[in-house]
């Protein structure tokens, strides 16, 4: 409201929509450049994507002619694309089930009192700020028989008689590959979680001590409850971005051994770049983000309730 | 800035089809040089040899960018689609045919016979790039597979190095013992199986993937003869051999933990671990029981010239003219020392070669690998003809895939060949 | 509430497998990258280094265009930090502090983006940015990371933005300031912790980006970390002590960063995801 005015009530009111237009105008103002930033990198592309889906481009650079509906019907057709899109499927959940259980497990042990703990609780996530790059280069280096720290480990501790190929057959590679992921990303889920769990009033617990609840069933009971609406909207968020994962799966497996670890978006790019079929790929990018975009708009109901304000 | 205006005064050139060169031809022609060659030391060595050229060629200003062999079949093509092309591209055969289907290659067909009439070209170098009425880039370098081992390991086995394939698998069996892996094979999807599952092959009789028509005929008994045999030889090999990529078989070889590999060269890494170069055996791979005599996959790798202003063109006709040159070819090959072969008769004499000290520590075996590889040969550019398709056949690793398929999903060498056959037709299809 | 020595010792063994699995890895990796070649590459892998040599790091920083990467991706990274944070603050404030119309969609609209598979991209932006010459600059890689850190960026401010009430902002406003005022000097030192995290956030994604970066740029000299340690390590042949001395250092500055502001960013991560 304006400061005490001595003008008559229309005026006044006169003033307030203006400045109330005013600032409806700078509101656009400030979000125009982050839109436009967006639109610009986004949208078009995705645009583009969609021209490129009804021609049948190969190579970059080549023309392409109008084909209509063709590559769409082609793509769906096709067991390649979705088996892909099933590995994706296994991904995602894969990564979200460990991921979860090792976040939840790590805050819980974080949530603890212990010395060291404000160090442990900034250091633990230092798996994740260091570049993909280097985490394949750690575990390709160490899942290697020649000289890699893994098998020789496993071999010590008495878990398996002779080295094992981690790369070497589907479900072994996958397998590893989701652990490795979610090695990066575990500890920054555990933050988040963290302070779900220090958000819960101790007074709860203790009254829950009180009435003779033993550990377990303060977890089971209470944590469990009162912590699940943060997990349901952590595995929104990582569920959309572990899908987009490229770099991991292909800068360790190429998307093998024998295609057991083509997600998605691996398929895509190799279908652009080795293929040499850019309009199939296109066609899987927009179908992919039709997919994603579906998941994302139910998801976002959670993530930007219809009520403003804290 | 000044590297953008640059280019954007190259561009201009460029699409006034070089009309202003004559009145350019005051400043210096610059050219940038992509290659594959990102190892620093390899970097180290181009930019030499570069610094020499630009001083003894005032008028012209020679660049390099290396790039990964895993980038640049996808940014070459979006390169040349922008309008940012390189002026000089180093390729391997396949590759090239790739570029060539964008319809911005020049033939240099004169140029080789310049340089031939000079140096000399072995043969089997020139001949992936001889197709379609031209020759679409000079060879440069090369490499071929070859089997290495040491030869105390073989001898406290009581096992001859290996010539025929029943031989070799003898061998295998005989060396595995003791945490150590008789011989290391890959069956990753990747280029470097490629290149096993072809020389095994290629010992089978089943060098040819294409009729003269065109049509695919990867599926024949010697190619299921191949397939059969390699599985049978992998279950010598290490456990994590469906990840290997070179470095990974370079590796299992160095740590002892792998009897004998096959690899373009093991001399560097090996001296490096320490090893004594007369316990360094070397040998061609071994063909089947059937046959006489051994080949071997070879690359001839090559310089393309994507320049199309006429200045520019002549820059880098000189540049490579150069790079041949006896006293600077031999420099140019020790890039990296014992795997870099030559590819003209004069250079496998020239003194700049034999003079790098690894190469002169490890003559024998070098000379050994030059002999190699005058058998070499390398798929899809065997026959009179060179198909397009043999690009797609290539980046997808369709032979790698066909490989997992036997040693990964235990299917069938006749099932896997029969799908693999399906596959490189369906790469075919445009 | 006191812990049983049972809980103890589960609590003990639980922080020691943590500290294994996260930072054993680590010092595997760091601890190589000074071992001679031949210790490296051995069938008994040691856990001390036996052998100690500076070769690797020698070559890496001397004969590598290693430091140039190092170089591009800093200044790349803190460009894209700085944009991100300052687009997401401004679209923040106006999203979660203001009204206008179309607020909810255009919110929902931003964190859509979120779902972008980044490969549906790859190729026309490609394209994009050779129309307009960036092929083969930093701005390009800028516009690339900003792109895909700003819509987490401003789900993350919302938090803070919203943490504190409406009277803050009316008080400055009978003072007779106005809403940009409000922001810069009222606002924004009330969310510095927010401010920090997006910062860390935006720094982290853009000094592990490889994709974009692979193709978009082409020339040595302005190539970024990721990739260029990807092209140093060989093709042919793996240097492996080179490899491991360039993961190591390319571990060490984010390292350090976060040895400053690490704590914010972790306090202002935990306060973002529970509101």
């Not at chain 2, 000079?118 to 597979?145: Q, R, T």
């Not at chain 2, 150590?180 to 092959?201: C, E, H, R, S």
């Not at chain 2, 041949?324 to 870099?340: A, I, K, Q, T, V």
């Not at chain 3, 699995?21 to 010092?27: S, T």
């Amino acid at each position: 409201m304006s400061a005490v005015s001595k003008d008559a009530p229309a005026v006044v009111a006169h003033r307030v929509r203006r400045r109330v237009f005013r600032e409806q105008l700078l509101a656009y103002g400030l979000v125009a450049p982050l839109l436009l930033w967006l639109g610009a990198s986004l949208l078009y592309p995705l645009a583009e994507a969609l021209v490129l889906s009804v021609q049948d481009v190969g190579i970059i650079g080549t023309r392409g002619h109008f084909v209509g509906l063709a590559n769409y019907a082609r793509i769906l057709g096709d067991a390649g694309f979705w088996l892909s899109l099933v590995r994706s499927v296994v991904w995602i959940v894969g990564n979200a089930v460990v991921q979860t259980v090792l976040a939840l497990a790590t805050a819980l042990l974080l949530a603890e009192e212990f010395p060291g703990v404000h160090v442990a609780r900034v250091w633990v996530i230092v798996t994740w700020i260091v570049p993909t790059i280097v985490v394949v280069i750690i575990w390709r280096w160490l899942l290697s028989t020649s000289g890699g720290m893994i098998n020789p480990l496993l071999m010590q501790l008495g878990l398996i008689s002779r080295p094992i190929g981690f790369f070497s057959s589907g479900p072994m590679s996958m397998t590893a590959l989701i652990l490795i992921n979610s090695w990066r990303w575990f500890p920054f889920v555990a933050i988040m979680f963290l302070s779900g769990l220090q958000n819960i009033p101790l007074d709860v617990y203790e009254a829950a001590a009180v009435d003779g609840a033993g550990g377990l069933q303060r977890l089971t009971r209470i944590t469990w409850p009162l912590l699940a609406p943060t997990v349901f909207v952590l595995t929104i968020i990582g569920t959309l971005l572990s899908f987009n994962v490229f770099d991991v799966v292909w800068l360790l497996t190429g998307g093998g051994p024998s295609d057991a670890t083509t997600t998605l978006p691996v398929l895509i790019y190799r279908t652009a770049f080795k293929a040499y079929r850019l309009s199939e790929a296109a066609t899987m990018s927009v179908v992919a983000t039709v997919l994603l975009m579906g998941f994302a708009l139910l998801a976002i109901r959670q993530l930007a309730p219809k009520s403003q304000g804290a | 800035m000044l590297r953008r205006s640059l280019l954007t005064t190259a561009l201009a050139l460029t699409a006034t089809g070089g009309l202003t060169g004559g009145a350019r031809a005051a400043a210096p022609v610059t050219i940038t040089l992509w290659h594959m060659e990102q190892p620093p030391h390899r970097v180290q060595r181009v930019q030499e040899l570069l610094d020499a050229f630009n001083k003894a060629n005032p008028d012209i200003v020679a660049r390099q960018e290396p790039q990964s062999w895993g980038d640049v079949y996808a940014k070459a093509p979006a390169a040349i689609a922008a309008g940012n092309a390189p002026d000089i591209l180093f390729a391997i055969p396949d590759f090239t045919t790739v570029i060539k289907q964008l319809g911005t290659l020049a033939p240099v067909q004169d140029l080789v016979a310049e340089l031939d009439a000079k140096h000399k070209f072995i043969p089997a170098a020139v001949k992936p790039y001889s197709y379609d009425g031209g020759v679409w880039a000079v060879p440069l370098y090369n490499m071929a597979l070859s089997l290495w081992y040491r030869k105390s390991v073989l001898q406290a086995a009581g096992v001859a190095a290996p010539q025929t394939w029943s031989q070799w698998q003898a061998a295998a069996k005989a060396l595995t013992k003791g945490g150590v892996y008789g011989m290391g094979l890959p069956a990753n999807k990747q280029l470097y199986t490629d290149q096993t599952v072809y020389a095994v092959m290629t010992n089978a009789g089943a060098s040819e993937l294409f009729n003269a028509d065109g049509s695919v005929c990867f599926d024949n008994p010697e190619s299921v003869a191949a397939f059969k045999f390699y599985k049978d030889l992998y279950q010598y090999t290490a456990p994590d051999a469906a990840s290997w990529t070179w470095g990974e078989a370079e590796a299992c070889f160095d740590s002892e933990s792998c009897a004998m590999v096959l690899q373009f060269t093991v001399i560097k890494s090996y001296d490096q671990q320490g090893g004594k170069p007369d316990d360094l055996g070397v040998i061609a791979v071994p063909h089947a029981d059937s046959r006489t005599a051994s080949n071997t996959i070879a690359y001839s790798n090559a310089a393309m010239i994507l320049a199309k202003d006429p200045a520019k063109q002549a820059a880098a006709r000189k540049l490579i003219t150069f790079l041949l040159e006896p006293e600077n070819y031999g420099r140019f090959l020790n890039m990296e020392p014992g795997l870099f072969l030559p590819v003209t008769q004069d250079g496998a004499k020239s003194a700049s070669f034999w003079g790098d000290p690894l190469t002169a520590k490890y003559r024998p075996q070098v000379e050994t690998m030059i002999a190699n590889s005058q058998f070499g040969m390398l798929f899809g550019f065997t026959g009179e003809k060179v198909f397009p398709s043999i690009g797609a056949i290539s980046a997808q690793n369709i032979l790698a895939e066909t490989l997992q398929k036997v040693v990964v999903d235990g299917q069938s060498p006749e099932a896997a060949v029969k799908a693999g056959q399906a596959r490189m037709q369906d790469a075919a299809r445009k | 509430m006191h812990r049983t020595r049972l809980g103890n010792l589960v609590v003990g063994g639980g922080l020691a497998l943590l500290a294994v699995i996260v930072l054993l890895p680590f010092w595997w990796v760091i601890s190589s990258s000074v071992k001679l070649p031949r210790e490296i590459l051995s069938r008994t892998p040691t856990m001390v280094p036996h052998s100690f040599t500076l070769q690797h790091f020698q070559k890496l920083l001397g004969s590598s265009d290693f430091p140039h990467y190092l170089l591009n991706s800093v200044t790349v990274s803190l460009v894209s930090m700085a944009i991100t944070v300052l687009l997401s603050v401004l679209a923040g404030y106006a999203f979660f502090r203001m009204r206008f119309a179309g607020q909810q969609m255009l919110y929902r609209a931003i964190l859509l983006a979120y779902a972008f598979p980044g490969i549906v991209v790859l190729v026309p932006l490609y394209g994009m940015m050779s129309a307009v010459g960036l092929i083969d600059t930093r701005t390009a890689l800028v516009v690339v990371n900003v792109t895909f850190a700003a819509p987490f960026a401003v789900w993350m401010m919302r938090a803070f933005l919203t943490s504190f009430p409406r009277e803050i902002e009316e008080a400055a406003r009978v003072d007779g300031a106005g809403p940009m005022r409000i922001l810069w000097q009222i606002i924004v030192p009330l969310i510095a912790p927010g401010i920090a995290s997006v910062a860390v956030f935006a720094l982290v994604a853009s000094w592990t980006e490889y994709l974009f970066a692979s193709v978009l740029i082409q020339s040595d000299a302005r190539r970024t970390i990721p990739v260029g340690l990807a092209g140093i390590i060989g093709q042919y042949q793996i240097d492996w002590g080179l490899m491991l001395a360039g993961a190591t250092l390319t571990i060490l500055p984010v390292v350090v960063v976060f040895a400053f502001i690490g704590r914010y960013f972790v306090a202002g991560l935990a306060e973002g995801a529970v509101k």
